[in-house]
């Protein structure tokens, strides 16, 4: 099974910036569909982005305009830039992988069925 490793979590006041990376096999990044998700305890699982496999992104509206992502081919790294972080932004954070080519044309880039490789996450947290 593929490993997916995040980090780049920690603690900021709101306002502020977190650049989250996840090293992927060299398989992954730039072939398979992949997102990011975060989870609060006791609160189901959300998706936050995702690049789908012709280059275009997805997010939410609740992270829309303040998340970003990104991937570095050379470095087989997935990024999540987050600008303006909110309190309820406070989460732990996944990267996720799905070989499946086709989610963002279904509407799945956020359907956690269809992804087949997680990391471990890494936690963010903001401060009011």
Not at 43 to 57: F, I, M, Q, Y
Not at 103 to 123: D, M, R, V, Y
Request: hydrophobic share 30%.
């Amino acid at each position: 099974q593929a490993q997916l490793v995040e980090s780049g979590g920690g603690s900021v006041q709101a306002g502020g910036s977190l650049k989250l990376s996840c090293k992927a096999p060299g398989s992954i990044i730039g072939t398979w569909s992949v997102s990011w998700f975060r989870q609060v305890p006791g609160k189901e699982r959300e998706g936050v982005a995702s690049l789908c496999t012709d280059g275009t992104t997805r997010y939410p509206d609740s992270v829309k305009g303040r998340f970003t992502i990104s991937q570095d081919n050379t470095k087989n790294i997935l990024y999540l830039q987050m600008n303006d972080l909110k309190p309820g932004d406070t989460a732990m954070y996944y990267c996720a992988a799905s070989w499946s080519r086709g989610l963002c044309a279904a509407g799945k880039e956020f359907h956690i069925p269809s992804f087949n490789h997680w990391g471990q996450g890494t936690q963010v947290t903001v401060s009011s």
